[in-house]
């Protein structure tokens, strides 16, 4: 790392780096990576990591309305939520429609699975899940994976990172594992 | 066919599966709750209070039979799948009527006719199990609001354009033609290599083209269906980019 000629060329107090990431995070459309964020403002990893820490701490402890919460891979500030009804009904929205039993289901064999082709859904699901798929894809919840080499070549499928997003996932190891579920069957 | 079970939607907290025995006796059913027939199965396998490691098979049959007729008197276009289900039900049961060869008893280990639907069985509930869990996710996740659009992507304005974006644009052109009003006025067929010549002519000398105009330029579906093949030919065989800003934005074809 070439820490020496940046601390030469500008040294930035660790709360004054802080701010800048608050700053940074608040503008994203999309979580902020570390990385990201590390190349913005050209500082090492560590020291991004840190910060980005401090600065959820500093949240979590004013009890903020706002949380700075870690997502698909990056950062991202949004309100906390405990205040929905308040912000439905200034926004005077409701909760978007829920996907159908079948598409949850085939999304679930899909996060589980992936990279996961169709007759191998049908195989868990014992149905046919081809309009749940189209919906999934539809709402860019999954993508496709390229090929299965295997007869027939049938397209695979994973989740995308708009799954990660939609769900509040950091990364698809936060997903309980599966075998957890065998329990609660049992 | 499918559709049936696909469309609807569920609640997992005010809406339960349930088949109920009305005054005649008879089998009342809220319809379209079964996910597929292994939920119907685990579900009727639940209702009996059977183990699932010790199916009564013939009890079980029954009531799967008396569903699937009774979903056929409401006249519900039966997938294909709840049919395969019953098949293997039948199956299962007929083994089991069958007395075990002598020869077979000395053996320690009989396999069971039951074994393979049990772990199907107990596979898909692990699943159901993970959707219940994916529900709940979603639920809270729909009490937190981000700024912004996250769906955007402006500081990556290269953004591959999916064939959905594709068949979109596609189908907004299409959409807008049928409203216009139509005037008949004969004109010549355009074929897919004039087409394709026009196009490549267009990009190469401007080295983008807006999709959207592109197809808007046309003046029937024909033309249409012609202009669409030749989009896809050409980012096939040439150096040629389709590239969409914004979600749901126009498609760009440029030239690399």
């Given at each position: 790392m070439d820490s020496e000629e940046i601390e030469e060329k500008q040294p930035r107090s660790i709360s004054e780096i802080i701010s800048i990431i608050e700053a940074l995070v608040f503008v994203a459309d999309e979580p902020l990576t570390v990385k990201t964020i590390a190349d913005v403002l050209e500082e090492d990893r560590e020291t991004v990591e840190a910060a980005v820490e401090q600065l959820k701490q500093e949240y979590d402890e004013r009890e903020s309305g706002l949380q700075l919460r870690e997502i698909a891979g990056g950062w991202q500030i949004s309100t906390r939520t405990e205040f929905h009804e308040e912000i439905r009904k200034f926004l005077k929205t409701r909760p978007s429609a829920k996907l159908s039993l079948a598409a949850l289901e085939t999304l679930a064999v899909i996060a589980y699975k992936q990279p996961v082709t169709v007759p191998e859904i049908l195989e868990i699901r014992g149905v046919q899940s081809a309009s749940a798929i189209k919906t999934l894809l539809e709402k860019r919840l999954i993508v496709t994976k390229g090929h299965k080499e295997t007869v027939g070549r049938p397209m695979q499928y994973g989740t995308s990172k708009d799954f990660l997003i939609q769900f509040g996932l950091k990364d698809l190891s936060e997903l309980p594992s599966i075998e957890d579920f065998e329990d609660l069957v049992q | 066919m499918e559709q049936q079970t696909e469309q609807l939607t569920f609640d997992f907290y005010t809406e339960k599966p349930q088949i109920v025995a009305d005054e005649r006796d008879e089998l009342k059913i809220k319809l379209g709750e079964f996910a597929g027939p292994l939920d119907l199965l685990l579900f009727l396998i639940k209702q009996e209070q059977a183990n699932i490691f010790d199916i009564p098979i013939a009890r079980i049959t029954d009531e799967y039979l008396k569903y699937i007729r009774l979903m056929k008197t409401f006249d519900i276009a039966l997938a294909a799948d709840f049919l395969v289900m019953a098949a293997t039900l039948i199956e299962i049961k007929s083994k089991m009527l069958l007395p075990r060869e002598p020869s077979d008893e000395a053996e320690e280990e009989i396999e069971d006719p039951r074994q393979e639907l049990v772990d199907r069985l107990l596979e898909y509930e692990k699943f159901k199990s993970a959707a219940q869990m994916l529900y709940a996710k979603t639920t809270v996740e729909q009490a937190v609001f981000t700024r912004g659009q996250i769906e955007s992507d402006e500081t990556n304005a290269e953004v591959n354009a999916s064939v959905f974006d594709l068949l979109n644009v596609f189908q907004k052109i299409l959409a807008r033609h049928k409203e216009e009003v139509m005037m008949e006025i004969e004109r010549e067929?355009?074929?897919?290599?004039?087409?394709?010549?026009?196009?490549?002519?267009?990009?190469?000398?401007?080295?983008?083209?807006?999709?959207?105009r592109f197809f808007e330029e046309m003046h029937n579906k024909r033309e249409l269906v012609t202009a669409f093949i030749a989009v896809l030919e050409i980012v096939r065989t040439e150096s040629v980019k389709l590239i969409q800003d914004k979600t749901f934005g126009d498609i760009i074809l440029r030239k690399v």
């Open positions: - | 067929e355009i074929s897919l290599a004039e087409m394709l010549k026009n196009l490549k002519k267009r990009i190469f000398e401007k080295k983008e083209l807006s999709l959207l």
